[in-house]
Protein backbone atom coordinates (compact mmCIF):
# COMPACT_ATOMS: atom_id res chain seq x y z
CA UNK A 1 0.00 0.00 0.00
CA UNK A 2 0.81 3.90 -0.22
CA UNK A 3 2.61 5.04 2.79
CA UNK A 4 4.87 8.31 3.51
CA UNK A 5 7.77 8.71 6.34
CA UNK A 6 8.67 11.60 7.67
CA UNK A 7 11.06 12.88 10.38
CA UNK A 8 10.52 12.70 13.34
CA UNK A 9 10.34 16.27 15.46
CA UNK A 10 10.27 18.21 17.14
CA UNK A 11 13.20 20.28 15.24
CA UNK A 12 14.34 23.28 17.58
CA UNK A 13 15.50 26.49 15.38
CA UNK A 14 16.29 29.87 16.12
CA UNK A 15 14.74 32.40 13.90
CA UNK A 16 16.20 32.62 10.68
CA UNK A 17 17.82 29.20 10.44
CA UNK A 18 17.29 27.04 7.48
CA UNK A 19 14.69 24.47 7.70
CA UNK A 20 14.40 21.07 5.92
CA UNK A 21 11.96 18.16 6.86
CA UNK A 22 12.70 15.01 5.36
CA UNK A 23 9.75 12.95 3.31
CA UNK A 24 10.05 9.49 1.61
CA UNK A 25 7.30 8.09 -0.16
CA UNK A 26 5.99 4.44 -1.22
CA UNK A 27 3.39 4.29 -3.68
CA UNK A 28 2.00 2.73 -6.83
CA UNK A 29 1.92 4.59 -9.63
CA UNK A 30 2.84 8.54 -9.68
CA UNK A 31 0.78 10.37 -6.84
CA UNK A 32 0.69 14.25 -6.35
CA UNK A 33 2.85 14.89 -2.95
CA UNK A 34 1.50 17.75 -1.15
CA UNK A 35 2.73 19.52 2.17
CA UNK A 36 0.16 20.36 5.20
CA UNK A 37 1.07 22.96 8.13
CA UNK A 38 -1.48 22.63 11.04
CA UNK A 39 -1.36 25.73 14.23
CA UNK A 40 -2.29 24.54 17.36
CA UNK A 41 -6.09 24.30 17.20
CA UNK A 42 -6.25 24.55 13.53
CA UNK A 43 -7.28 22.26 10.81
CA UNK A 44 -4.55 21.39 8.03
CA UNK A 45 -3.92 24.05 5.52
CA UNK A 46 -2.07 23.30 2.18
CA UNK A 47 1.22 24.44 2.11
CA UNK A 48 2.18 23.38 -0.97
CA UNK A 49 2.08 20.73 -3.73
CA UNK A 50 3.89 19.00 -6.94
CA UNK A 51 1.50 16.52 -9.39
CA UNK A 52 4.60 14.96 -11.47
CA UNK A 53 8.18 14.43 -11.19
CA UNK A 54 10.40 17.44 -10.95
CA UNK A 55 7.92 19.27 -9.98
CA UNK A 56 8.47 22.36 -7.24
CA UNK A 57 6.36 23.42 -5.35
CA UNK A 58 6.75 26.42 -3.15
CA UNK A 59 5.18 28.79 -1.37
CA UNK A 60 5.87 31.49 1.57
CA UNK A 61 9.56 30.71 1.43
CA UNK A 62 8.62 27.10 1.26
CA UNK A 63 10.57 25.16 -1.33
CA UNK A 64 10.06 21.27 -2.15
CA UNK A 65 10.82 19.51 -5.03
CA UNK A 66 9.03 16.24 -6.35
CA UNK A 67 12.31 13.74 -6.91
CA UNK A 68 10.65 10.67 -8.25
CA UNK A 69 14.37 8.80 -8.13
CA UNK A 70 14.83 8.99 -4.73
CA UNK A 71 11.03 9.12 -3.92
CA UNK A 72 11.18 12.55 -1.81
CA UNK A 73 9.58 15.40 -1.33
CA UNK A 74 11.75 17.33 1.07
CA UNK A 75 10.39 20.57 2.18
CA UNK A 76 13.13 23.34 3.00
CA UNK A 77 12.62 26.97 4.14
CA UNK A 78 15.87 29.35 4.19
CA UNK A 79 15.00 31.75 7.26
CA UNK A 80 12.64 30.64 9.41
CA UNK A 81 10.29 32.68 11.68
CA UNK A 82 8.41 31.97 15.26
CA UNK A 83 5.47 32.28 13.18
CA UNK A 84 6.48 29.38 11.36
CA UNK A 85 6.42 26.98 14.64
CA UNK A 86 3.55 24.71 13.69
CA UNK A 87 3.18 20.73 12.71
CA UNK A 88 4.12 19.73 9.48
CA UNK A 89 2.48 16.91 7.33
CA UNK A 90 4.17 15.03 3.90
CA UNK A 91 1.06 14.08 2.33
CA UNK A 92 0.64 11.55 -0.99
CA UNK A 93 -2.71 11.43 -3.25
CA UNK A 94 -2.62 8.31 -5.72
CA UNK A 95 -5.35 6.33 -7.40
CA UNK A 96 -7.76 5.95 -5.36
CA UNK A 97 -7.70 9.65 -4.33
CA UNK A 98 -7.51 9.47 -0.85
CA UNK A 99 -4.62 11.25 1.07
CA UNK A 100 -1.81 9.24 3.06
CA UNK A 101 -0.26 11.29 5.60
CA UNK A 102 3.06 10.91 6.99
CA UNK A 103 3.21 11.37 11.11
CA UNK A 104 4.12 14.54 11.58
CA UNK A 105 7.04 17.10 12.67
CA UNK A 106 6.79 19.39 14.72
CA UNK A 107 8.55 22.66 14.49
CA UNK A 108 9.58 24.65 17.18
CA UNK A 109 11.33 28.62 16.20
CA UNK A 110 12.72 30.51 19.15
CA UNK A 111 13.56 33.78 18.75
CA UNK B 1 -14.89 32.93 0.17
CA UNK B 2 -16.03 30.88 2.69
CA UNK B 3 -13.83 28.06 3.41
CA UNK B 4 -14.70 24.78 4.72
CA UNK B 5 -16.94 24.83 7.72
CA UNK B 6 -17.42 22.22 10.39
CA UNK B 7 -20.09 22.29 13.16
CA UNK B 8 -19.92 21.98 16.18
CA UNK B 9 -16.13 22.41 17.12
CA UNK B 10 -16.25 21.01 20.28
CA UNK B 11 -18.41 17.70 21.47
CA UNK B 12 -18.68 15.93 24.48
CA UNK B 13 -20.35 12.76 24.85
CA UNK B 14 -21.11 9.86 27.18
CA UNK B 15 -20.09 6.52 25.67
CA UNK B 16 -22.81 4.15 23.85
CA UNK B 17 -24.23 7.22 22.26
CA UNK B 18 -24.60 8.49 18.73
CA UNK B 19 -22.80 11.56 17.43
CA UNK B 20 -23.27 13.39 13.91
CA UNK B 21 -20.38 15.15 12.57
CA UNK B 22 -21.47 18.41 9.32
CA UNK B 23 -19.31 20.09 6.79
CA UNK B 24 -19.76 22.48 4.74
CA UNK B 25 -17.76 22.56 1.41
CA UNK B 26 -16.20 25.73 -0.50
CA UNK B 27 -18.90 26.91 -2.72
CA UNK B 28 -18.64 24.73 -6.01
CA UNK B 29 -16.54 21.59 -4.46
CA UNK B 30 -18.02 18.87 -5.00
CA UNK B 31 -15.66 15.92 -3.17
CA UNK B 32 -15.57 15.89 0.25
CA UNK B 33 -13.48 13.55 2.23
CA UNK B 34 -13.40 12.87 6.60
CA UNK B 35 -9.96 12.20 8.47
CA UNK B 36 -9.62 11.25 11.99
CA UNK B 37 -6.99 12.61 14.03
CA UNK B 38 -5.27 11.31 17.27
CA UNK B 39 -1.88 11.48 19.00
CA UNK B 40 -1.02 7.80 19.05
CA UNK B 41 -2.75 6.98 14.79
CA UNK B 42 -1.57 10.32 13.20
CA UNK B 43 -4.17 11.43 10.17
CA UNK B 44 -6.52 8.58 8.92
CA UNK B 45 -8.85 8.74 6.77
CA UNK B 46 -12.53 8.02 6.51
CA UNK B 47 -14.45 7.73 3.73
CA UNK B 48 -14.48 10.19 0.21
CA UNK B 49 -17.65 11.35 -0.95
CA UNK B 50 -18.06 12.72 -4.79
CA UNK B 51 -22.08 13.72 -6.25
CA UNK B 52 -24.17 12.06 -2.95
CA UNK B 53 -21.67 8.63 -3.65
CA UNK B 54 -19.23 6.93 -1.40
CA UNK B 55 -15.78 7.08 -3.55
CA UNK B 56 -13.85 5.31 -0.83
CA UNK B 57 -13.48 3.94 2.33
CA UNK B 58 -10.69 3.56 4.98
CA UNK B 59 -10.61 0.79 7.58
CA UNK B 60 -12.53 2.22 9.95
CA UNK B 61 -15.89 -0.20 11.70
CA UNK B 62 -19.16 -0.19 10.67
CA UNK B 63 -20.40 2.18 13.20
CA UNK B 64 -18.56 4.92 11.34
CA UNK B 65 -21.17 6.11 8.27
CA UNK B 66 -21.30 9.61 6.47
CA UNK B 67 -23.62 10.83 3.78
CA UNK B 68 -23.16 13.62 1.24
CA UNK B 69 -26.48 15.87 0.26
CA UNK B 70 -27.46 17.27 -3.11
CA UNK B 71 -25.46 20.47 -1.73
CA UNK B 72 -22.23 18.84 -1.13
CA UNK B 73 -22.93 19.01 2.59
CA UNK B 74 -21.63 16.38 4.30
CA UNK B 75 -22.81 14.62 7.73
CA UNK B 76 -20.69 11.80 9.54
CA UNK B 77 -22.35 9.73 12.00
CA UNK B 78 -20.35 7.72 14.67
CA UNK B 79 -22.72 5.50 16.61
CA UNK B 80 -22.46 3.45 19.96
CA UNK B 81 -19.54 5.75 20.94
CA UNK B 82 -16.32 4.42 22.88
CA UNK B 83 -13.44 6.18 24.14
CA UNK B 84 -11.50 5.49 21.45
CA UNK B 85 -13.18 7.47 19.38
CA UNK B 86 -12.39 10.85 21.23
CA UNK B 87 -10.24 12.90 18.58
CA UNK B 88 -10.31 15.63 16.14
CA UNK B 89 -12.54 14.83 13.26
CA UNK B 90 -11.38 16.87 9.83
CA UNK B 91 -12.95 17.28 6.61
CA UNK B 92 -11.86 18.48 3.64
CA UNK B 93 -13.53 20.05 0.26
CA UNK B 94 -11.78 19.65 -3.28
CA UNK B 95 -13.05 21.30 -6.61
CA UNK B 96 -12.47 17.12 -8.39
CA UNK B 97 -11.48 14.01 -6.58
CA UNK B 98 -8.42 13.82 -9.39
CA UNK B 99 -5.05 13.05 -7.88
CA UNK B 100 -3.75 16.57 -8.61
CA UNK B 101 -6.63 18.24 -6.72
CA UNK B 102 -5.48 19.17 -3.16
CA UNK B 103 -7.67 19.60 -0.48
CA UNK B 104 -8.76 22.77 1.61
CA UNK B 105 -9.28 21.17 5.37
CA UNK B 106 -12.15 22.48 7.96
CA UNK B 107 -11.11 23.72 11.48
CA UNK B 108 -12.22 20.45 12.51
CA UNK B 109 -14.25 19.08 15.10
CA UNK B 110 -12.92 17.59 18.76
CA UNK B 111 -14.85 14.92 19.72
CA UNK B 112 -14.78 14.16 23.35
CA UNK B 113 -16.21 10.75 24.30
CA UNK B 114 -16.46 10.13 28.78
Known amino acids: GNSVTQMEGPVTLSEEAFLTINCTYT??????LFWYVQYPGEGLQLLLK?????DKGSNKGFEATYRKETTSFHLEKGSVQVSDSAVYFC??????????FGGGTRVLVKP | KAGVTQTPRYLIKTRGQQVTLSCSPI?????VSWYQQTPGQGLQFLFE???????NKGNFPGRFSGRQFSNSRSEMNVSTLELGDSALYLC?????????????FGSGTRLTVV
Open chain 2, 92 to 104: ASSLSSGEGYGYT
Open chain 1, 27 to 32: ATGYPS
Open chain 1, 50 to 54: ATKAD
Open chain 1, 91 to 100: ALKAAGNKLT
Open chain 2, 27 to 31: SGHRS
Open chain 2, 49 to 55: YFSETQR
